[in-house]
């Protein structure tokens, strides 16, 4: 079982930073992958950025982010960050840690990140 738990989200204007954290505890060992999704009311969960533990380095990110937010973790991959540089509106939403572990997954209880004009 593994426990997540986010902060760091808030209200800030377009152009604006955020950085986002993600604590994970209990069997932190068994997690493969953690990442970050995006929910905004009357559209699916979207897959923001994501790394992979195999070598911790390789990173996804969705199109729409590129070149302005940046996943990092940390060595024990006890924190999970999001640093979301040039904010825009269009990105508002909840954001969710997620983990992958094994052949199931854990989420966070998300934090909102809102973007104003």
């Known amino acids: 079982q593994v426990q997540l738990v986010e902060s760091g989200g808030g209200l800030v204007q377009a152009g604006g930073s955020l950085r986002l954290s993600c604590a994970a505890s209990?069997?932190?060992?068994?997690?493969?992958?953690m990442g970050w999704y995006r929910q905004t009311p009357g559209l699916e969960r979207e897959l923001v950025a994501s790394?992979?533990?195999?070598?911790?380095?390789?990173?996804y990110y969705t199109e729409s982010v590129k070149g302005r937010f940046t996943i990092s973790r940390d060595n024990a991959w006890n924190m999970l960050y999001l640093q979301m540089d040039r904010l825009l509106p269009e990105d508002t939403g909840v954001y969710y840690c997620?983990?992958?572990?094994?052949?199931?997954?854990?989420w966070g209880q998300g934090t909102q990140v809102t973007v104003s004009k």
């Open positions: 790394i992979v533990k195999t070598n911790g380095r390789d990173t």
């Open positions: 997620n983990a992958a572990y094994y052949t199931t997954e854990f």
């Open positions: 209990g069997d932190t060992i068994g997690i493969s992958g």
